[in-house]
């Protein structure tokens, strides 16, 4: 194997896994690396391979990056406080007695597999050991997660007659996350 | 001195490699071979995972130049770096102190 293609094929093993800034960046010391090996003396593949070996398993490079991402952590946090806005809104629920508003069963339905689906992503995101992986998880909860609380904050102003404060509080709640969302939304994209 | 030994204090040897001014990867990881004498067996690829924690945790700023027409990551320290550098220091001093007095039978002076 030539020394061009052991790089590149180190490199392409990091980049169907991490962001192109990060493989950028790595690219960039491998090669410092091997330039170091060349002025050392070594020939073109032995410096190459020199290189690789000390730049360690591509895997626990990944796994490394992968624990800082972005999006496991938005996700830990957002799964973290989905008991609280939940629990916020079925006190709402319950005392703005739900069951009577005038929601569609299908509405109803869609709302809740997409609770669901949301779920499921953040846990992905949260536990996944692929970065890639993990970000489009957590960009797509992300997502999800505006359009669950958009949902419910338009629910509240088109069938809650009068505001009572369980209500107010699952709002806020519900504001607060949107915020919170927003911006871990824009370093999931960017990270 | 392998990864393991290090658990706990890379995060002080390469805050303290960024001491003297900005450095990109392979510089941090240069100037750790030379301050420790070569004896560093680190994987390279991890150092890079490293440096984004720090930055991650403001430790540290990242900003891209472009060197011989290749994007570049040069990493510096933040006032934040530079104290907790300092905390770190200090830390491991008396550490040292306490574990060459414990190892050579004598006592360790009380820090001030």
Do not use: N
């Not at chain 1, 032995?46 to 796994?63: D, R, S, T």
């Not at chain 1, 339905?109 to 992503?121: H, K, Q, S, Y």
Request: proline share 5%; aromatic share 6%; with cysteine.
């Amino acid at each position: 194997m030539s020394q061009a293609s052991l790089i590149a094929d180190y490199l392409t093993v990091l980049s169907a896994q991490l962001p192109a800034p990060l493989v950028e960046e790595l690219a960039d010391g491998l090669d410092e690396t091997h330039q170091h090996y060349l002025t050392q003396g070594l020939t073109p593949g032995a410096a190459a391979c020199a290189a690789v070996a000390e730049f360690g398993e591509p895997q626990v490079i990944v796994a490394a990056f992968t624990r800082l991402s972005p999006a496991r952590h938005a996700a830990r946090r957002l799964l973290a406080a989905g008991p609280v806005v939940g629990g916020c809104w079925a006190a709402a629920l319950i005392t703005g007695r739900a069951w009577t508003w005038p929601v569609p069963a299908t509405v109803r339905l869609l709302f809740g597999a997409g609770l669901i689906t949301v779920i499921g992503l953040l846990a992905a995101a949260a536990f996944g050991r692929r970065y890639l992986s993990a970000r489009r998880a957590g960009a797509v909860a992300c997502a999800g997660i505006t359009v669950l609380d958009g949902v419910m904050l338009i629910a509240v102003v088109l069938a809650i007659p009068v505001l009572i404060w369980p209500v107010i509080l699952a709002a806020a709640a519900s504001a607060a996350r949107l915020t919170f969302t927003a911006q871990a939304l824009r370093a999931v994209l960017t990270g | 001195m392998r990864g393991e030994e290090l658990k706990g204090h890379l995060d002080a040897l390469l805050l303290a490699a960024l001491e003297d001014g900005p450095r990109h990867g392979y510089a941090v990881i240069e100037a750790l071979r030379e301050t420790t004498g070569g004896r560093l067996d680190l994987p390279t690829g991890t150092i890079y995972p490293a440096l984004r924690r720090l930055e991650v945790a403001g430790l540290i700023t990242g900003s891209w130049s472009v060197v011989g027409g290749r994007r570049r990551r040069e990493y510096q320290l933040t006032s934040a770096g530079s104290r907790s550098l300092s905390g770190k220091r200090a830390g491991w001093q008396d550490f040292a102190a306490m574990i060459s007095g414990a190892l050579e039978g004598r006592p360790c002076p009380r820090p001030a």
